[in-house]
């Protein structure tokens, strides 16, 4: 006796990450879950014991670094292979810089700050502020004195990424 058996395919997770920087959790969303099966989420390719079972999002802890997560999908005692769950993380930006005229005199009292490099980036904004209310949006900017006086300066700058590093000087 020969009997058909048909044998449907197995469904393949999709797993989408948000975009998250050092320091800060990642949401993973898994989609093609077929129903009636629990997806499970391990921490690596080996374990027996899943560490999440409550749904196809997960958020993690914060993270300094890119980590693969696993996931499996079970239906009763049958579970799949398993599948990489990647939560890409996103250096902070770094920007090394030089300044020039560190004491100044007035009336020429001006400085000027030429950027020699940046990391993580590229960079999508610098927001320089002065100590006197002056501040600039561009990279290597030019800035000038009117008063004598102690000035604190600061420099945000934001990564493609959306990543954010605040520098005082």
Known sequence: ITLP???????????????ACQGFPVT?????????????????????????????????????????FWI???DGDCRSPRWPAIAPIWGSPVVNFNYYNEEMELPNAILTVDVT??????????????????????????????EAGIYDITLTVVSVH????????
């Open 5 to 19: 058996v048909i044998v449907d395919p197995l469904s393949v997770p999709t797993v989408v990450a948000d975009t």
């Open 117 to 146: 490099q940046e990391l993580n980036g590229p960079m999508t904004s610098y927001l320089w502020t002065f100590g006197d209310g002056g501040t600039s949006s561009i990279n290597e900017p030019v800035h000038q004195y009117n």
């Open 28 to 68: 993973l969303h898994v989609s093609n879950v077929p129903p009636g099966t629990m997806l499970e989420w391990f921490y690596t390719q080996t374990d027996q014991t899943p560490f999440y079972t409550q749904g196809t999002e997960y958020t993690t802890p914060p993270l300094n670094i890119t980590t693969t």
């Open 72 to 74: 499996g999908l079970r």
């Open 162 to 169: 959306g990543c954010t590093t605040v520098y005082r000087l």
